[in-house]
């Protein structure tokens, strides 16, 4: 993004691993704007929630090229970052990813005027606690994410909730872009950038466990 405005941005879906696809891409939508990594002033990136393996790759991409350069970094909410791809959206955006076990990690935005705005902190919970939650607001509402078609399964009752385009389904790099030059003085350091995992790996949860059942 320049100025405002979205230059080149590359999507893929294809089912690849960070670690195979992130830094091609990079490397081939600069050579495709015919701009130099060291041209780029800020690096913005989705920290969390999401999947572990995931999130630690993407940051760690972006730590590398931001330490290299000694340039600023901003920290995204995934979910912020998937509710931006519905902005204009006029009602309650839900932004759902799905967290495994029949729960979501999940925010609520509203968007009533043309006045986007968070409702709710992200969270992790079981789906049928998002769907009570829904139950108590007035208004149409629209899942976006990974997990809106599993919500939407499981939901008893799907009067006035919508789901987002496919175009728009999944995390795309424009929307944090533009949460970055909204919240242009919000910037880190590429070393304080961290993951917000929203909750412990299922291996540190499973040994809890195990050491609950001992106590």
């Keep these: 993004m320049k100025d405002g405005k ?27 704007v015919k701009t130099d990594l060291a041209d780029v002033d800020l690096f913005a990136v989705a920290v969390g929630p999401g999947s ?4 630690r790759i993407g940051i ?7 330490m290299a350069l ?10 912020y970052g998937l509710a ?11 932004p ?4 495994r076990c029949n729960q979501v990690y999940t925010a609520i935005f509203k968007n009533s005027k043309n006045n986007f ?28 994410g990974d997990g809106a078609s599993l919500c939407l399964k499981s939901f008893a009752s799907t009067e006035n909730i919508y789901i987002a385009p496919e175009s728009v389904m999944h995390q795309h790099a424009s929307s944090l872009c533009e949460i970055a030059h909204l919240q242009k003085t919000e910037t880190c350091t590429a070393a304080q950038l961290i993951p917000a995992y929203l909750r412990l790996p299922q291996a540190q949860r499973e040994l809890n466990e195990r050491k609950e059942r001992k106590l």
């Design 70 to 79: 000694d340039k600023p970094c901003t920290a995204i909410s995934t979910l």
């Design 6 to 32: 979205l230059i080149a941005e590359f999507y893929s879906n294809a089912g690849f691993t960070h670690s195979q696809t992130i830094m091609p891409m990079v490397e081939q939508m600069l050579g495709s």
């Design 60 to 66: 760690a991409a972006v730590k590398g090229m931001a």
């Design 117 to 144: 705005a968070r409702i709710t902190q992200d969270d992790a919970m079981p789906i049928t606690e998002l769907e009570k939650k829904l139950g108590e607001l007035d208004g149409a509402k629209i899942l976006v």
């Design 84 to 94: 931006m791809n519905v902005q204009s959206f006029r009602g309650y955006i839900v």
């Design 96 to 99: 759902v990813m799905d967290a």
């Design 52 to 55: 572990f393996t995931g999130l």
